[in-house]
């Protein structure tokens, strides 16, 4: 199981919080456990989420040409692209 770090940029942080059960559930729906949101303590508007996942390529593929419903929940949630992820290695 790899353990994924994805970075980006928001617009507001308090409502891109707000959606984490939604964005939960989108990263389950690709295989992903274990969700978790971090916030930067000096308050920038850049994020980091991680997560575990037995399908690191479905989870590469999706983020690089995700889904209109994905696009749809990420313009909700302020996200600002680009997204980086990283991998425990």
Not at 15 to 26: Q, S, T
Not at 34 to 41: F, S, T
Not at 55 to 62: F, K, Q, W
Request: net charge negative; charged share 25%.
């Amino acid at each position: 199981m790899a353990k994924v770090v994805i970075t980006h940029g928001v617009v507001d942080v308090d409502n891109w919080l707000k959606g984490k059960e939604e964005r939960a559930a989108a990263i389950g729906g690709l295989g992903g456990t274990n969700v978790v949101d971090h916030v930067a303590l000096d308050g920038a508007k850049t994020i980091a989420l991680t997560f575990n996942t037995d399908d690191l390529d479905a989870v590469m593929a999706t983020l690089a040409d995700p889904p209109a419903e994905l696009v749809d929940a990420m313009d909700r949630h302020g996200v600002v692209p680009p997204l980086t992820a990283y991998v425990e290695r």
